[in-house]
């Protein structure tokens, strides 16, 4: 079996590395042409889209290695099966799945190496892809923000922020709210401006309200170093999860949880980065599983029921996604079902097929 195993990889890498080269050069040029004219208006130099291109390589990549592996797999094996080759092999009383065995190991190998890939050289490639994007498209982000609600020490404290300007640490039109652990109000202080001190917020003329037998009663603030919820918490809408790693993406959606801001989204992006990784994983089930069950038009037959599954995956993925981004679901049902639910499948369909 160790020289079967040894054939089929030789038969099924070569097409692989091609697949995975043409698939990458065309998103490439999907998205140089998408953004093209916009090159053209603000007279980008080429020098200059060459890199933001280079940049794209390794997400491209990533997004062409499912495709990839999906039309290796079910190419080598149609190929097999048109040149009556594995009709020796099941002549050999070899089952199809035995045979197959090493390929949905290729996939998990695959699932592996496509997380780590994308968390160590994707991310910060695409990173840098779009920071020199927005700089040369004139479409930098602003660091200042407007109407901003923080929820921090558990509840007990909360801000509300007119502007904050995220340059200069500075916020103007501050309200802060006090409260015990029953809600029940302690103080609510305003302030004008606070600028951000090393390690501490300082507040201007800030004016605190208590209430005192009854009776709203307000006086000066005096000046404290007590408020030290830090400058990052007050943008954290700023940064965009998929431009962080997946330990730094977990700090992120604690941090928004603790500030009392919306996070289901961000947890959402976060468990489809590592269910996204296994898609290399299902996509070499569906196609071997498929791969066996033809006996006339192999090679067309398989890459067309392998392409079907692989889009019915996607679209009930992306349903369950946007499920669980409404709160339909829960992060983890709407990332991990349709992956678990053809996995199901493919293993079903793989330990039937026939021989």
């Known amino acids: 079996m160790k020289i079967l195993d040894r054939y089929l990889i030789k038969q099924f890498f070569p097409v692989f590395l091609f697949a995975s080269c043409l698939f990458a050069l065309l998103l490439c040029m ?3 042409f998408a953004n ?3 090159y053209l208006n603000f007279e980008v130099s080429l020098a200059n889209v060459i890199r933001v291109t280079a940049y794209f390589i390794p997400k491209a990549f990533s997004y062409s290695l499912p495709i990839s592996l999906l039309f290796a797999v079910a190419y080598t094996l149609g190929d097999l099966f048109a040149r009556n080759e594995l009709t020796s092999i099941f002549a050999a009383g070899i089952p199809f799945w035995r045979f197959s065995r090493v390929l949905v190991i290729i996939g998990v190998f695959a699932s592996f190496f496509a997380f780590f890939f994308d968390d160590q050289i994707v991310i910060p490639t695409l990173k840098m892809k779009n920071d020199l994007s927005r700089v040369l498209l004139r479409n ?14 558990g509840g007990n404290l909360i801000y509300a922020v007119d502007f904050f300007d995220g340059e200069f640490l500075i916020m103007n039109g501050i309200s802060i709210i006090e409260q015990d652990d029953d809600g029940n109000l302690i103080s609510l202080i305003r302030a004008q401006r606070a600028r951000w001190r090393e390690y501490y917020w300082e507040l201007a003329n800030a004016i605190v309200y208590r209430w005192e037998d009854g009776i709203l009663r307000y006086d000066h603030k005096e000046e404290t170093d007590i408020y030290r919820e830090d400058p990052e918490t007050f943008r954290r809408n700023l940064v965009n999860i998929e431009e962080l790693h997946f330990r730094d993406a977990r700090l992120l959606i604690e941090d928004l949880r603790i500030a009392g801001l919306p996070f289901t989204s961000a947890l959402v992006d976060y468990h489809h980065r590592f269910s996204f990784s296994t898609v290399s994983f299902v996509v070499i089930m569906l196609s071997v599983s498929m791969g066996g069950r033809f006996r006339k038009n192999i090679l067309l037959m398989s890459l067309f029921s392998s392409i079907s599954a692989a889009v019915v995956f996607y679209i009930i993925e992306m349903i369950t996604m946007m499920m ?18 053809f996995i199901i499948i493919g293993f079903l369909l793989l330990r039937t ?3």
């Open 30 to 32: 999907i998205d140089l």
């Open 36 to 38: 093209l004219s916009r």
């Open 140 to 153: 930098e982000r602003s660091d200042f923000q407007a109407d901003i609600v923080v929820k921090a020490r």
């Open 324 to 341: 669980a981004r409404m709160g339909y679901l829960s992060p983890i049902v709407g990332t991990w079902f349709p992956v678990v639910f």
């Open 353 to 355: 097929a026939k021989t």
